[in-house]
């Protein structure tokens, strides 16, 4: 077994660790050192050497031969773990119970954008409980895992749709709705592609300039009384959302921060 270790900031692990899955990484390990976050990627072979060199050069990596078990060494690394007031999430190899009066939702970490580690899914996770109800529809965009949308679900939606532009997060998506025993909804495309007020709750975990640029067809395929649950942006860019908004809901976590806006206590809708 061979070893790629790099040092990056805490919130540029999430990023890194996709990029490392999709250049076929077996594993992949998280811990401080000093003060720099270190991720150490576990490869069978030394094929991809000098292209992992190369593409990673900007995080002083490191190459290494070594002994380990890598598929110990991400079971450690992921547990389960509590999320808000209501939510487990484990990994399909957990043999943790599921603590009382949670829903255990089962995914597959490091596969696609969203593992539960990064503050704006656990803002928006919380955000759900707090805005889910039986038999509403929740759309998820830009749904990478699906871990929001199968959320949804477990909190009591009647149905719960993801849709991503990447076809092999739409894939993932689709492994992980399985693992919770949940046929998939799912589609390759944006909000464009939902027919309009489909959906009672909209979240969308995406940076805040593609939000503001895909907010009319958000708006479009969510009814009018419905919620919006917008996240995915540092807390220094949500005013170029809360002045259209200016009752949305603000939440935040290590500097990052999710809305939560209820469109029939808004004046208006904004036009973008």
């Not at 040092?7 to 401080?32: K, M, N, P, R």
């Not at 597959?108 to 954008?113: H, I, L, R």
């Not at 909804?185 to 959906?199: M, R």
């Amino acid at each position: 077994m061979y070893s790629l270790r790099l040092h990056c900031q805490a919130d540029e692990a999430e990023v890194i660790s996709i990029q490392l899955w999709e250049s076929g990484t077996v594993a992949i390990s998280e811990f401080y050192e000093s003060e720099a976050y270190v991720l150490t990627a576990g490869f069978e072979n030394e094929r991809s050497r000098d292209s992992l060199l190369q593409q990673f050069a900007s995080y002083a990596p490191e190459w290494r031969e070594d002994v380990i078990d890598w598929e110990a060494v991400t079971r450690d690394a992921w547990p389960g773990r509590a999320i808000g007031k209501s939510l487990y999430l484990a990994p399909p190899w957990s043999e943790q119970p599921t603590p009382e009066g949670r829903h255990r939702l089962i995914h597959n970490p490091g596969q696609a954008s969203g593992t539960g580690e990064h503050p704006c899914t656990q803002l928006a996770l919380e955000a759900l409980e707090r805005t889910v109800f039986a038999g509403g529809k929740v759309l998820d965009v830009g749904t990478g895992s699906g871990i929001l949308a199968i959320a949804a679900l477990k909190l009591g939606s009647d149905s719960a749709m993801g849709i991503d532009t990447d076809g092999i997060a739409v894939e993932t998506a689709s492994d992980n709705f399985r693992l919770n025993s949940f046929p998939p909804l799912l589609a390759v495309g944006s909000a464009d592609c939902v027919t309009d007020e489909w959906s009672d709750l909209t979240v969308a975990n995406i940076s805040a300039t593609v939000l503001l640029s895909i907010m009319d067809e958000l708006l479009r395929a969510t009814a009018s009384d419905g919620t919006l649950i917008l996240t995915g942006f540092p807390l220094s860019e949500a005013t170029a959302i809360t002045e259209f908004w200016p009752e949305a809901e603000v939440t935040a976590r290590e500097d990052w921060a999710c809305l939560t806006v209820k469109l029939s206590s808004c004046a208006s809708s904004p036009l973008f």
